[in-house]
């Protein structure tokens, strides 16, 4: 097993890793720290100008219906970013503690968990989420974000699952038995850290899943709802003026574009420093 | 072999039977039913609220009506529309043709292009080539399917109006046409959504058939072929290729779920009156019996691709089904 700070590290030695990383940041710091310098998003549009093409007043221009798309697109990220943080670190969380029961106890928890993940993987996770949340009027930010996130483990806890498999019966946890450690203290300081890279990349590569669902999700009228400000529902709010006002999606689009590219070169860094065979 | 075969398709059929469950539970979890949306657009009195919830037997006890769904189900039948006042199963049988049509196109225009691609990209390996082509697969797979619909949509549509924005047919053309009028009609409306969806999707297929012909270039009878003087061209199309093949069956099973939720968002862009649409269309719609029936259909597909790929893989690898 190679240490996850030199998995790390090898990774981020990688171009397109380090690419990634670059814009990952900007985009995250923009995010951050733009709508401090900006106009409030909610303060009072600026009636008269709406629809303008970028300028330099407004350096993204201004959607139908007058707000500064540079002011929506970064606080748009915070709540994009913000989201699919959240439900990434609890899909992983769920399906680390799934795959960590079903490898570690084996028989009918392994069975009965196992059958479920199947049965879930089957329906694509998109459909999953529609018709969750298709009933839902206006849902709120905090159980969308739980709906999306439970909605992400399957795979996860397959990985986990067979990292554990290869390693219960390795003379390092037997040993670990054999000086009395309970299951808890074999699963979660023995196991789980030896699992730790595949989460990573599992965690990586689910950033940009969530967040490209996320704008689907806005698109059909599921996603975060307004005014919350989120870069799918910026894309949905201007699609009636996607001719004469073409940067008010654009923007977001791009956003959104970058930050999928970045977090998937970064998670495929990861994954080939794991595994160089494949690379 | 036949031994094998059994389980494995016992296997699909109780994955199957379980989704079913999994659904109508997932269904029942969320708050509100699929009525308590109908009224909240005009007002209802609770007597006809009460009528309707009879009609579609959601007034029975929980355990009747995951009875009645699953016994439906099995008969084919899931249930009426609540927005087109039609049996869910031929709505969803209408749409198949189209959704067929186009799923069809992006697999051929995939896997041609695709294979293609990564093969070109494995024998380049880290050349200025595999590193661009790298760069464009992976650009496609970030943007937002609907986002790039619509810009393609733009751009051919309405801004060089080369090509007709939506639908499936021309609603001016004469039925009566002749075959090649109506045929060439037809792959002009394909050709948006087509493309949108390849464009998003083909990155899967380049990047696994660029890993599998980079570890097939290893063996040592490509080496041989190469010292045998065997032209290039042939080393790598007759004797590694053939080898990089059997990685992408895989391709088959993990490809279906990323088609099925592109399509969504796709069809719905250029009205392509398939099976994505319709889930689309019964989202704004609330039409609970549609979504249920749709998303059952597309499990059902992934099982079976699933299936399919393992078939795949156990005929052309004895230790698979001898393990």
Same mark, same amino acid.
Request: net charge positive.
């Given at each position: ?7 790390? @590290? ?40 709406? @629809? ?49 029961? $079903? ?45 999306? @996130? ?13 990292? /554990? ?67 799918? @529902? ?6 009636? /003026? ?7 999606? /654009? ?5 959104? $574009? ?22 | ?5 059994? !389980? ?51 007034? =029975? ?16 039948? +899931?249930? &009426? ?7 869910? &199963? ?28 990564? #093969? ?35 751009? +051919? !549509? ?46 899967? &297929?380049?990047?696994?058939?660029? #890993?599998?012909?980079?570890? !097939?270039?290893? +063996?040592?009878?490509? =080496? &041989? ?42 069809? =719905? #862009? ?31 597909? #992934? ?21």
């Amino acid at each position: 097993m190679i240490p996850l700070a030199r998995v790390v @590290g090898s990774a981020g030695r990688r171009g397109p890793a380090r690419a990634g990383a670059a814009i990952l940041c900007l985009v995250i710091l923009g995010a951050l720290v733009a709508p401090i310098f900006l106009q409030s998003p909610t303060a009072q549009p600026d009636i008269q100008h709406g @629809g303008q093409p970028p300028s330099p007043g407004h350096l993204m221009g201004t959607d139908q219906l007058s707000r500064d798309v540079l002011t929506r697109v970064a606080s748009g990220g915070r709540v994009s970013l913000a989201v699919a943080a959240v439900a990434v670190a609890l899909s992983v969380t769920i399906g680390a503690l799934f795959g960590l029961a $079903a490898g570690y106890w084996g028989g009918a928890v392994d069975a009965l968990i196992m059958r479920l993940v199947d049965a879930a993987l089957a329906i694509p996770r998109l459909f999953l989420l529609l018709l969750l949340l298709a009933l839902w009027e206006r849902i709120p930010l905090a159980a969308f974000i739980l709906i999306v @996130g439970a909605t992400g483990w399957f795979g996860t806890s397959r990985l986990v699952r067979a990292e /554990v498999l290869r390693l219960r019966e390795t003379d390092y946890v037997r040993a670990a038995r054999a000086l009395g450690a309970g299951p808890g203290r074999i699963m979660f300081r023995h196991l789980l850290p030896n699992a730790l890279g595949p989460l990573l990349v599992a965690a990586t590569l689910g950033i940009g899943e969530v967040i490209l669902l996320e704008a689907g999700l806005s698109f059909l009228g599921l996603g975060i709802q307004p005014p919350t400000p989120s870069w799918g @529902g910026m894309i949905f709010d201007a699609k009636e /003026v996607l001719v004469t006002a073409p940067w008010a999606s /654009v923007f977001p689009a791009l956003a959104i $574009a970058l930050t999928v590219l970045s977090v998937n070169l970064i998670g495929d860094a990861l994954r080939d420093a794991l595994d160089p065979q494949g690379a | 072999m036949s031994r094998w075969l059994l !389980a494995r398709g016992l296997h699909a059929v109780s994955t199957f039977i379980l989704v079913v469950c999994l659904l109508f539970f997932l269904m029942r979890a969320v708050p509100g039913d699929p009525l308590s949306r109908l009224s909240e657009d005009r007002p209802m009195a609770p007597r006809e609220i009460a009528a309707l919830r009879a009609r579609y037997g959601l007034d =029975q006890p929980v355990g009747r009506q995951f009875a009645a769904f699953v016994g439906g189900a099995l008969r084919g039948d +899931f249930g &009426t529309s609540i927005e087109y006042r039609r049996p869910v &199963t031929s709505l969803v049988v209408d749409r198949i043709p189209a959704t067929l049509l186009l799923g069809g196109t992006v697999l051929v225009l995939n896997f041609t292009l695709g294979l293609w691609l990564g #093969v070109r990209q494995a024998v380049r390996k880290g050349s200025r080539t595999d590193r661009a082509l790298e760069a464009a697969s992976l650009s496609g797979y970030s943007v937002p399917s609907f986002w790039l619909g619509l810009l393609l949509a733009w751009l +051919f !549509a309405i801004h060089w109006r080369l090509l007709p924005p939506g639908g499936m047919h021309d609603l001016l053309l004469d039925p009566a046409a002749p075959a090649a009028t109506r045929a060439w009609d037809l792959l002009r409306h394909l050709a948006l959504p087509a493309l949108t969806l390849s464009l998003v999707s083909i990155a899967a &297929t380049m990047r696994y058939q660029r #890993v599998a012909m980079i570890e !097939a270039l290893r +063996f040592p009878f490509v =080496q &041989t072929a190469r010292a045998k003087g065997i032209t290039e061209q042939r080393t790598v199309w007759r004797h590694a290729w053939p080898n990089a093949l059997f990685p992408v069956i895989t391709l088959f099973g993990l490809w279906l779920p990323v088609l099925v939720t592109g399509s969504v968002f796709v069809e =719905q #862009v250029f009205a392509w009156p398939g099976l994505g649409s319709l889930a689309a269309g019964a989202v704004s719609a609330r039409d609970y019996p549609v979504l249920m029936g749709t998303s059952l259909l597309v499990s059902g597909m #992934v099982i079976i691709g699933g299936l399919v790929a393992d078939v795949l893989y156990a005929a052309l690898d004895p230790r698979i089904r001898h393990a």
